[in-house]
């Protein structure tokens, strides 16, 4: 198990960097039994606050797919047996985010949410192969190869992925799993057939959230004909690369700052109210640019702020209860303008320094995340700056991490053929995700995305009713709510 200290930085991701959702690091441990063919025995679950009735069991598949006779790695399962076992339509198998989620911890969290669904299905949950990286994670794969900046010249980007690839390589080298090549969300998928035939299922209905994304669309292309029914929860769509994801999230930013911008201007407990936010910010942004700014923190010790740090980790989209979020980011413009930057700096100077830890991009490096060369993060720039003033023209955290992997991409992204699969359901938040989400069921045919107007991400593990009824209603009777349908915040 990681360290409390190191639990807490992989929480530290922010709106920009598609990365780690929050998840419970705490693990369970079931009292399970496995064996290779599959015939697993279901017993109860050890560990706390374990909802009633969850069996958990085990199953191995190989660290290499490819080598199915080499060595394996054991993922724990749990499973809530339908309650009425008379109606039981099947399993719903949650595919958790992160990387490095628990999918046990958080059907633990949603099953309270989740007992109308329950009634007619087994809902089963399981630790991926990230998840289980983690918990054996060998310490040289914690120790950060640099603390990340955004690279001014080619020469710089090209030192800054060399001290990546040469930790990623001492990472490799240390580990004892075999996991650290074979993280990417084609094995992932492979996992989640050998789940359904440990199920003994023809077919599954899913349940995706976040990151979980990535792993859906590998399963939707290699086993399409095994899949009844798939809900996407604020995922992220993979198959249209990176990049794209980055821009369209930019966009979505700009209109929640500009919410943001009314709000202050609103609301005399604003810190900038009575001025215009928005180029307060600006100028910030542009100043630490050209020169940086010095802080301290009780963690990461002496750092400098540039612009950069600042549009990457600084506005948040949710404004928090009572818009707690945004009176703290207003008074940290405010402060950071006259030099404090200390508003900023752990969240800031912690990602930098995270997001080189091998460990962290590790889990997805596989899965086409980092720039390719200079040139396409040259691109990226352009095209971020012409959509958002306030947030675009620097690289991405973790494609800048993953631009010194040093093995071969396994899942690149491409298009993702959509013959043979059902209509899916996505849900996502107009303040952030359905940008994503939607991206992603636009590639499948009579597909539907419901707009949940308010903030959030994840909303079955948030226990957002509206979005959960229509997630029952999709998956039970495999009927779509009308185009355009939307939640409002709850």
């Known amino acids: 198990m990681m360290r409390t200290k190191e639990r807490r930085q992989r929480g530290r991701t922010a709106w920009l960097a598609v990365g780690v959702t929050a998840a419970a690091l705490a693990g369970m441990t079931p009292a399970a039994s496995a064996t290779r063919d599959g015939q697993q025995t279901w017993r109860d679950c050890a560990g706390q606050d374990t909802p009633a009735g969850m069996r958990c069991a085990a199953i191995e598949v190989p660290v290499d797919w490819a080598k199915p006779d080499g060595p ?19 399993s719903v198998l949650g595919i958790p985010g992160g990387p490095g989620a628990d999918g046990i911890e958080d059907l633990k969290r949603a099953a309270a949410d989740l007992t109308e669904l329950g009634r007619r299905f ?30 001014r010249n080619r020469k710089e980007y090209t030192t ?48 995706a959230n976040s990151y979980g994304g990535v792993p859906a669309a590998a399963y939707a292309r290699l086993f399409p004909q095994r899949i009844r029914a ?43 109210h009575g001025q215009d936010a928005g180029a307060v910010w600006r100028k910030l942004i542009r100043d630490a640019d050209r020169k940086p700014i010095p802080v301290t923190t009780s963690e990461f010790g002496k750092g400098t702020l540039t612009g950069w740090h600042l549009r990457s980790f ?42 080189a830890m ?18 396409q993060l040259q691109k990226f720039r352009r095209q971020a700056r012409k959509i958002s003033p306030n947030f675009g023209g620097g690289a991405t955290m973790d494609a800048l991490a993953c631009a010194g992997w040093p093995l071969k991409v ?46 959030g991400h994840v909303m079955y593990l948030s226990g957002r009713k509206c979005p959960i009824r229509h997630a029952t209603t999709y998956l039970a009777e495999l009927k779509l709510p009308t185009p355009g349908t939307t939640c409002p915040a709850e």
């Open 72 to 90: 394996t790695i054991k993922l724990d399962l749990a499973r809530l047996p339908a309650t009425e076992s008379t109606h039981r339509i099947g």
């Open 122 to 151: 087994d809902i089963v949950a399981y630790k991926p192969r990230t998840r289980v990286w983690l918990d054996q994670v060998p310490p040289s794969c914690m120790q950060p190869a640099t603390s990340l900046s955004d690279p």
């Open 160 to 207: 800054q992925a060399t001290a990546m690839a040469k930790a990623f390589e001492a990472c490799q080298k240390t580990d004892k799993t075999g996991l650290f090549a074979h993280m990417d969300s084609l094995s992932a998928a492979r996992d989640m057939e050998a789940v359904r035939e440990a199920l003994g299922e023809e077919r599954l209905s899913f349940m």
């Open 230 to 272: 798939m809900y996407l929860d604020g995922v992220i769509n993979q198959v249209d690369g990176w990049p794209n994801q980055g821009l369209r999230i930019l966009r979505v930013a700009e209109r929640v700052f500009t919410r943001f911008t009314a709000w202050c201007a609103a609301t005399p407990a604003c810190a900038l």
């Open 314 to 355: 600084g506005f948040p989209t949710d404004p928090g209860p009572g818009n707690a979020n945004w009176l703290a980011f207003a008074a940290a413009v405010h402060n950071a303008r006259g030099g404090d930057g200390s508003g900023f700096a752990e969240f800031a100077l912690g990602n930098a320094r995270v997001w």
């Open 358 to 375: 091998p460990a962290m991009p590790a889990m997805s490096c596989g899965d086409d995340r980092g720039y390719t060369s200079y040139a």
């Open 410 to 455: 396994a899942n690149p992204s491409r298009p993702l053929p959509s013959r043979g699969l059902p209509p899916v359901l996505g849900v996502g938040s107009t303040w952030g995700d359905y940008a994503w989400t939607e991206s992603f069921t636009k590639m499948i045919p009579n597909s539907v995305t419901v707009g949940y107007d308010g903030p």
